[in-house]
């Protein structure tokens, strides 16, 4: 069974920091593009950042230059900085598994992220 459980989430003022972490199982790790998707009230859920089984990483240009994605393939857990945080930001935030990156077959249940101004 596979299991994705976020955690790190929080609230933070503006120009903070989080790292938000993902830890994975039930899944042969490194062979799924991992990504990170996030949901605003009353918005459609928009991916923020993946990272290929190659290594690759693609960012939404929303968060370029201000959040980074990476794994820990011997932990199995993945990990989103983020960085100069926006009341925008401001969101749930979901850990994805995928065959094909950009459709996730596997979701975590979310950490919340609040971003005040």
């Known amino acids: 069974q596979v299991q994705l459980v976020e955690s790190g989430g929080g609230s933070v003022q503006s120009g903070g920091s989080l790292r938000l972490a993902c830890a994975a199982s039930?899944?042969?790790?490194?062979?799924?593009?991992m990504g990170w998707f996030r949901q605003a009230p009353g918005r459609e859920r928009e991916g923020v950042a993946h990272?290929?089984?190659?290594?690759?990483?693609t960012y939404a240009d929303s968060v370029k230059g201000r959040f980074t994605i990476s794994q820990d393939n011997a932990k199995n857990t993945l990990y989103l900085q983020m960085n100069s945080l926006k009341p925008e930001d401001t969101a749930m935030y979901y850990c994805?598994?995928?065959?094909?990156?950009?459709?996730?077959?596997?979701w975590g249940q979310g950490t919340q992220v609040t971003v005040s101004s």
């Open positions: 994805a598994a995928a065959r094909v990156c950009g459709w996730p077959n596997y």
């Open positions: 039930g899944l042969t790790y490194g062979y799924y593009c």
């Open positions: 990272i290929d089984t190659d290594g690759s990483t």
